[in-house]
């Protein structure tokens, strides 16, 4: 999450609520039929992190991502 936070103090205030959702809500919220691609909280985080950076775009966010992982 460094390509969207890169003042680590910002970031760091973010990571305390997700200790605390419930994993029974998104567990609710999944009808079945298969895993999910990818785990519902991080993909809960990536937006949330993308929306307070004023990243909207879902192009925009697929492509930051895609830029962090290629630089590891």
């Known amino acids: 999450m460094k390509f969207l936070f890169p003042n680590l103090i910002f970031a760091g205030s973010w990571i305390w609520p ?7 809500l998104f567990a609710s919220l999944y009808s079945g039929g298969g895993p999910p691609d990818y785990h519902p909280k991080m993909m809960l985080k990536v937006i949330l992190y993308a929306y ?8 925009q966010i697929a492509k930051q991502l895609k830029k962090f992982f290629e630089n590891g």
């Open 52 to 59: 307070a950076n004023r990243i909207y775009s879902s192009r």
């Open 18 to 24: 997700w200790k605390k959702i419930d994993p029974a």
